[in-house]
């Protein structure tokens, strides 16, 4: 018994010794120490200047301090995205069983082999999205590689796109984020073209510029067009009737799809977009009402009529499309990332450096109608869902590199920082990723086809 009773004098003394001692009560000095760390992380990678911030950071060896792992090969990834899938590497997207894969969902890498081409080789890029010609001070956004959570895409090989597009047509319809991304597809495929000022020009002998209706590159050795043709809502524009309520300045009509489909009817891709047009101050705000069928819709909301745009969308290339010889793509909604303000009340993105790395439950309704409309139509149009993989690239936007900053007046400067581009993206960028999604369905498509 008096053991026992030592034993358990012995036990109770150890415990709280180990209470005293429990790593899970620091002391204040480590608090303190912790505190200190956690700010001076958080100001250097968020609050700093951004031309001075970015300047500064070794990249590759801050992510790897992050948290995130360092290879020895050319890529940094987050630790989750190097475990292998069921204890294998990572299938091929174009290999079999690598079908299933949602190439959408993924999260972005690292990677120093990007990007895809040098913005000086380029000469075609027009000025709003050539953000490293206009003094942007660092190429980080260009180093982001998109990898699919359970399945590896093709590496994008421009020769071989090239080769399969010989003697065809790929259009994009829509907005000016349309062009983005057929400008960055002209960038990427003439990577493969030796001489380019010669063979890759405007049919027309036209410049890119942001109220061009339509415009043709032809890459001559291939003869293959790539052609771009602007539709902000894809569906038509009309004056208003007599008798029309006095506020109505024009009418877009929801069931009638623009004249620019005409154009690209008969082309082998077609790539449709539209989004950022349908928002209030684009709209109703300019005087610009719905109609749909004979009747001016008034009252009609802006999610409302684009859903009925959409739905108009469908219905044309159902019934007027051959759908063996043109496959249609609808790219989803593309997120901006204004930060204290919208775009026409001073809204800011140039402090952004880094992609948001984290998991996000943001919801965008253009994205939602779409994917809502589309997702009972797959057979009809395919989705190219870009909007989760977008929504995390706010270090990827213009800004105020739309325009020249190094050489401008102190004044045009201040002026540059409150008007800034938090919706198009810098080329090379984000569209890039979004042609390397296209470039792995198309060569999926030929597979199942073979």
Request: aromatic share 12%.
């Amino acid at each position: 018994m008096g053991s026992d009773n030592t034993t358990m004098t012995s036990s109770n003394s150890d415990l709280k010794q180990c209470k005293r001692s429990n790593f899970l009560e620091p002391s204040l000095a480590s608090v303190g120490f912790f505190f200190f760390v956690t700010l001076l992380f958080v100001t250097t990678f968020f609050y700093l200047n951004f031309e001075v911030a970015v300047n500064r950071i070794n990249f590759p060896h801050l992510v790897g301090w992050a948290g995130v792992n360092d290879s020895s090969s050319s890529t940094v990834s987050r630790p989750s995205e190097l475990l292998q899938t069921c204890g294998n590497e990572r299938v091929g997207f174009l290999e079999e069983g690598g079908g299933e894969c949602d190439i959408f969902d993924g999260s972005w890498v690292w990677d120093e082999s990007y990007p895809l081409y040098k913005p000086q080789d380029c000469t075609i890029i027009e000025g709003g999205f050539s953000c490293s010609q206009h003094g942007r001070p660092n190429d980080f956004y260009t180093k982001w590689r998109w990898q699919p959570k359970y399945c590896k895409l093709p590496r994008f090989d421009a020769g071989t796109m090239l080769e399969k597009l010989r003697n065809k047509r790929v259009a994009f319809v829509g907005d000016s984020l349309a062009r983005n991304q057929w400008e960055s597809l002209i960038c990427m495929l003439s990577t493969a073209v030796s001489n380019k000022s010669s063979s890759i020009y405007e049919v027309k002998g036209k410049h890119i510029t942001r109220r061009a209706g339509s415009l043709v590159f032809k890459f001559e050795d291939f003869n293959f067009t790539l052609e771009f043709y602007r539709s902000p809502y894809l569906v038509s524009r009309a004056q208003p009737p007599a008798g029309a309520p006095p506020e109505v300045k024009l009418l877009l009509r929801l069931d009638v799809v623009s004249l620019s489909y005409s154009l690209w009817k008969g082309a082998d891709q077609v790539i449709i977009s539209s989004g950022h047009w349908w928002t209030y101050e684009k709209t109703i705000a300019m005087g610009r009402y719905f109609q749909d069928g004979e009747e001016i819709k008034m009252n009609m909301n802006i999610e409302a009529a684009y859903r009925r745009a959409i739905e108009a969308v469908v219905d044309y290339v159902n019934t007027q499309v051959i759908k063996d010889k043109t496959r249609v793509f609808f790219r989803t909604f593309s997120p901006d990332h204004f930060r204290r303000g919208a775009w026409n009340t001073g809204g800011t993105c140039h402090s952004e450096v880094l992609p948001d790395l984290g998991i996000h439950g943001a919801s965008y309704p253009h994205a939602m109608i779409a994917m809502d409309v589309l997702s009972q139509h797959l057979n009809v149009l395919r989705l190219l869902n870009v909007t989760h993989m977008t929504s995390m690239r706010q270090d990827g936007h213009p800004s105020m590199y739309h325009r020249e900053v190094d050489n401008a007046t102190a004044a045009l400067q201040k002026a540059l920082q409150k008007s800034q581009d938090c919706i198009h993206w810098c080329l090379p960028g984000v569209p890039d990723s979004w042609n390397e999604l296209l470039y792995a369905l198309v060569l999926k498509q030929e597979l199942s086809n073979a």
